[in-house]
């Protein structure tokens, strides 16, 4: 990896480039949409030996949404295994929209696990194994990958998350017995996990921690399971970006995922964690400067998983 120096001018060298960039509008209904510029900018690199760097505005909170979903989807299998937990969801991609309610397969199970139904699916796993400590047990797992206890942004309402379109999807598992009956209940746990506040910087060492093997790379803390690393960084890969997976595939090559409140984060196996922060969205739901961030840093520095060995990029 290139020396922490380097990298920070890098980081800004991106801010720059791409801080022009002014199309797209952020989501309104995050909690920490009024007190947001939608101009806000930031991006961070955390290396598996627990280097950091950043620029821009790296101190600004913001919730996970969904990116939420990877981390959960890991924890059901570390609590679950992998038989059990894809009797609840498959792993396809789905080429539609995070919130598409048309997205049950023929066995009637969600697609995959980075879109709505399949998180919800994985909730419900969890809520419904344990009601009393559901809450708590995200929170702790959260806690690990973020290397401090974690909590949710305080503008937010659980009473008020998952709305009429999430909770027709949740209806929708529950008439094919995908989920149990306490569908508030799931229905709140999905929304704790979409409301964990953090910054661009904790965003970078959550990526970082998939980047280590599963421990945190600064408290040395294992947050998920070493067996199931894998799967959750595939199902990043081909479904982490929904319906312009493929796209992202082929322009960064990086197992990846965003989420509504402008964050993305991307996994670069066995080396580091980059993570960018802009709030304007594009039409799936992706930070529009994000994209374009990340599909010039992994262009510049050849990070696809399939760049040939030993070569740098556009050589
Ligand atoms: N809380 C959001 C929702 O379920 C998360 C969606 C996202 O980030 N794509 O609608």
Known sequence: MKSPDTDARFLHELLDRFRGERAGQAAGYTPEAPGTDQDSFAI????????LVSAGDDRHPFTLQSISKPFIYGLALDRFGREAVHRKVNVEPTGEAFNSIIELEEDHLPYNPMINSGAIAMSALLHHADPRRSGAAIMEMFG?????????HPNTDLSLEG?????????????????????????????????????VRELALMAATLANGGVHPRTGVRALERTHLRDVLTLMFTCGMYDSSGNWAYSVGLPA???????????????????????????????VRGVEVFKAWSA?????????AGGEAGT
């Open 257 to 287: 995922k965003s989420g509504v409140s402008g964050g993305i984060l991307a996994v670069v196996p066995g080396r580091m964690g980059l993570a960018v922060y802009s709030p304007r969205l594009d039409a799936h739901g992706h930070s």
């Open 163 to 199: 709305g009429h379109r999430n909770q027709a999807i949740a209806h929708l598992l529950r008439h094919f017995e995908v989920i149990g009956d306490d569908i508030d209940g799931a229905l709140q746990l999905y929304g704790r996990q979409c409301t964990v506040a953090l910054d």
């Open 300 to 308: 510049a520095w050849g990070l696809s998983m399939f760049e040939p």
């Open 144 to 152: 690990r990958y973020l290397g401090r206890t974690a909590q949710l």
């Open 44 to 51: 961070a690199l955390a290396s598996v030996d627990g280097e």
